[in-house]
C-alpha cells in the first residue's frame, strides 16, 4: 500500500508562484507513474500534469503547460509542482495521485491519492 501526503499549498496572489511537494511511503516508488490533479468548487477533478517511472516523462495540461513544472526524486520519495505566474483559475484542492506501470491522465485510473492541498489564488 502506498501512502501519499501533499504539501506547500497557500494563499498568493496572481502572479506569484508555489512549489507543492508529495511525499510517498510504501510501495516501490521508482516504479510509480506519478500525477498531479485539482478539483476546484463545484467542478470535477481534473488533470494538471504526471512524471513517468524513472522520470520518463512528463505530461501536461494545455492550461499548466509552460507554467508549471513536474518532477520526482527517487532516492527522497518525493514528487514536486513547482507552480509559476500562477493564476485565480489554478485556485483548487491539488491532489497527488501514484499507480504502477505507464503514465495516465485521468483520475479513475490512478490507485493511490493524498488528502490534498488548498491552493488560492487571489487577483
Known amino acids: 500500500q502506498v501512502q501519499l501526503v501533499e504539501s506547500g499549498g497557500g494563499l498568493v496572489q496572481a502572479g506569484d508562484s508555489l512549489r507543492l511537494s508529495c511525499a510517498a511511503s510504501?510501495?516501490?516508488?521508482?516504479?510509480?507513474?506519478m500525477g498531479w490533479f485539482r478539483q476546484a468548487p463545484g467542478k470535477e477533478r481534473e488533470f494538471v500534469a504526471a512524471i513517468g517511472r524513472w522520470s520518463g516523462g512528463t505530461y501536461y495540461a494545455e492550461s499548466v503547460k509552460g507554467r508549471f513544472t513536474i518532477s520526482r526524486d527517487n532516492p527522497k520519495k518525493t514528487m514536486y509542482l513547482q507552480m509559476n505566474s500562477l493564476k485565480p483559475e489554478d485556485t483548487a484542492v491539488y491532489y497527488c495521485?501514484?499507480?504502477?506501470?505507464?503514465?495516465?491522465?485521468?483520475?479513475?485510473?490512478?490507485?493511490?491519492w493524498g488528502q490534498g492541498t488548498q491552493v488560492t489564488v487571489s487577483s
Open positions: 510504501g510501495g516501490t516508488f521508482n516504479l510509480l507513474t
Open positions: 495521485a501514484a499507480v504502477q506501470g505507464p503514465p495516465k491522465s485521468h483520475p479513475n485510473e490512478y490507485k493511490f
